[in-house]
């Protein structure tokens, strides 16, 4: 009989959570405000979240069936308990609760429908399990630098060597500005879920295959102690695609995405966008929104076009391909790729973990801190051996 993963320490999960949100309050809540409504100044704030509160509420009380997702129900509980705890700790009104867990997935379902924002490309991740140098995962961090600030320098020293029970997960950025509403609402933690109930690839597909309701809008790379790996596409809360490695065993994943336009996902996701263009007398020939999906699409091309071309991969010509500028490569500077684009991306860390028998090295690229933005020449290296 398989026992049921312990949970972290919900106390210690709260106490990090307010700690954070202490921080960063503003730019968590007044900060996801203004990025939304910066994009649709012509809109209303009290109008374009009209029913928010009310939202956010109906999901805590969405339970999923104990019978389809015997494995929700502990969480279910952990959620409701945590935001409870948090909120009353903090003194955070339903409205400013709301903004934190629930404004991507109102705004979506059943906000955007009456603004027209634009988006933001973000993110690609690729998994090696050989180079020239040993297992690679690598991943290139991109976001508007509104509220950037470096992270602190990294040194090197000893981890525990990763134990023979472990999934690695990371993903991209993926979404819509509408997606049809799933079936299911409740905010489960799905990534955290699948890393305590699932210890390899093969597990993890199944996972989160059947609880493809309650994640989206993230595409993710996961590999597991065997060196497996699989590529997951979700755009959508309603739709998944699974991508199985490539025949060295590689995988990889891009922002805002669906490689395979002719897959389920990949039509709902083209769907989708002609109805937002139509729903706003948006060209359907020109214009920011086709410029945006046409960056992402040119940059996952050039991501795949390396993997797919190069054996055995060289850390040197991966690496000058995540940090070379944009249209080179896939290191995004701040450029506006249109007139008319409300925000610009720029990739703010590029993080390259190269694993061997010994230990594993860290390599970090990131941007300086506002208002220069620079990027650095060569990157931070860490050495970390195993216990």
């Known amino acids: ?156 020293g000893r981890r525990p060597r990763p134990p023979a029970r472990y999934l690695v997960w990371d993903g991209v950025g993926s979404g819509l500005h509408e997606d049809d509403e799933p079936p299911e609402l409740f905010p489960l933690p799905i990534p955290r879920m699948c890393l305590a109930h699932c210890d390899d690839v093969p597990g993890a597909i199944e996972f989160v295959t059947r609880y493809r309701y309650f994640w989206g809008w993230s595409n993710v790379v996961l590999h597991d102690a065997q060196k497996r790996s699989v590529a997951i596409e979700k755009c959508s809360f309603n739709f998944i695609e699974v991508f199985p490695p490539d025949a060295t065993g590689r995988s990889w994943v891009s922002g805002m995405v669906c490689r395979d336009p002719n897959s389920p996902q990949g039509q709902y996701q083209a769907r989708k966008r002609r109805e937002h263009r139509a729903r706003f007398g948006l060209s359907l020939s020109e214009g920011p929104d086709l410029v945006f999906w046409d960056v992402c699409t040119r940059l996952e091309r050039m991501l795949a076009g390396f993997l797919t071309s190069r054996s055995p991969i060289r850390l040197e010509e991966i690496f000058r391909l995540f940090t070379t500028p944009w249209p080179d490569g896939l290191c995004k500077t701040g450029v506006k790729l249109h007139p008319a684009m409300a925000q610009v991306a720029y990739t703010l860390q590029t993080v390259a973990t190269v694993s061997d028998a010994k230990g594993c090295t860290l390599y970090r690229w990131q941007r300086g801190p506002k208002p220069d933005l620079s990027w650095p020449e060569r990157p931070e290296v860490a050495r970390f051996s195993w216990e």
């Open 1 to 156: 009989m398989t026992t049921r993963p312990s949970l972290p320490p919900l106390e210690e999960e709260i106490q990090k959570e307010i700690a954070h949100l202490t921080a960063h309050r503003t730019e968590m809540i007044e900060g996801r405000l203004e990025r939304v409504l910066s994009e649709v100044p012509y809109v209303d704030t009290a109008s374009l979240l009209e029913g928010l509160t009310s939202f956010y509420r109906e999901r805590m009380e969405r339970i999923p069936s104990a019978t389809q997702y015997p494995e929700a129900t502990p969480w279910v509980e952990r959620v409701r308990t945590r935001d409870r705890e948090i909120q009353q700790r903090t003194g955070l009104s339903d409205r400013e609760m709301a903004v934190i867990r629930s404004l991507s997935e109102y705004l979506a379902f059943r906000g955007f429908c009456r603004a027209k924002p634009t988006k933001v490309e973000r993110c690609r991740v690729a998994y090696c399990p050989e180079t020239d140098q040993g297992e690679l995962h690598i991943k290139n961090v991109d976001d508007p630098a509104t509220y950037w600030i470096p992270d602190p320098p990294i040194s090197g």
